[in-house]
């Protein structure tokens, strides 16, 4: 059972990283200012804030980028919880 949460978790944990990537070069291309991509860990959630503000000015919905970043990396957590909980 372990493995499998494991497992779960580095897929979910990948989601959120390719969604980060995803989320930068969306903002990247409305011509954000933007730091070094070196420095994406560090403002990341700054990075979340702004994406969610211009993609609810653009459409007037949060756009999908944003929830599945907050439920990938959350969901990784709660498997990772689990799995040192199920130990």
Known sequence: MNEILIIIASLLVI??????IMIYAF??????KLESFVFI?????KYVSKYKTITKNETGKIGYLY?????????ALLCIVLSLILK
Request: without cysteine.
């Open 15 to 20: 989601v959120f990283v390719i969604t980060t």
């Open 41 to 45: 860990r560090i403002f990341i959630f």
């Open 27 to 32: 903002l990247k291309e409305r011509n954000v």
């Open 67 to 75: 929830y599945l970043w907050i439920i990938s990396i959350n969901l």
